[in-house]
Every structure is written in structure tokens, then in C-alpha cells.
């Protein structure tokens, strides 16, 4: 970078919260394979691995918002 050039701010909303979903989606299935490995019933694989989805999930886009609150 040349000392005259202007810091841009890249912005792209869509490919965070893409990022976002998927790490969730990871953690629900890891959550889900590791519940079923306990020999689980079927509904408390699904709301272990719901729970999870939606833990991180909402973690992720409360981190996500607050970063891009400051920047």
C-alpha cells in the first residue's frame, strides 16, 4: 500500500451472516452425532442439536453486530 491510498471498509453483510449459519449448522451437527453416540432418544437428539443451532446462532449475530456497531 502506497502512504496516499485510502483505507476502504469492506462490507459484505450477506457472506458474515453465511458465515454465521454455518458455523451453527457445524456445531448442530456435532452436537446431534455426539448426542446420538450417548444412545439418545430421536427427540433429544433433535432438541440437543436445535438448542445448539440456535445458541450459536444468536451468539454469532450478537458478536456480528456488535463488531460491526464499533467499525
Same mark, same amino acid.
Given at each position: 500500500?502506497? +502512504?496516499?491510498? @485510502?483505507h476502504? %471498509?469492506?462490507?459484505?453483510?450477506? /457472506?458474515? !451472516?453465511?458465515?454465521v449459519?454455518?458455523?451453527?449448522?457445524?456445531?448442530?451437527?456435532? @452436537? +446431534?452425532?455426539? %448426542?446420538?453416540?450417548?444412545? +439418545?432418544?430421536?427427540?433429544?437428539?433433535? @432438541?440437543?442439536?436445535?438448542? +445448539?443451532? !440456535?445458541?450459536?446462532?444468536?451468539?454469532?449475530?450478537?458478536?456480528?453486530?456488535? !463488531?460491526? /456497531?464499533?467499525?
Amino acid at each position: 500500500m502506497s +502512504a496516499n491510498s @485510502t483505507h476502504q %471498509t469492506c462490507n459484505h453483510p450477506a /457472506r458474515d !451472516i453465511t458465515i454465521v449459519a454455518l458455523v451453527s449448522g457445524v456445531a448442530c451437527l456435532g @452436537t +446431534a452425532v455426539t %448426542t446420538m453416540a450417548f444412545n +439418545a432418544s430421536p427427540l433429544a437428539t433433535l @432438541t440437543g442439536s436445535g438448542g +445448539a443451532f !440456535i445458541a450459536v446462532l444468536s451468539a454469532g449475530m450478537n458478536i456480528l453486530s456488535h !463488531i460491526k /456497531r464499533d467499525a
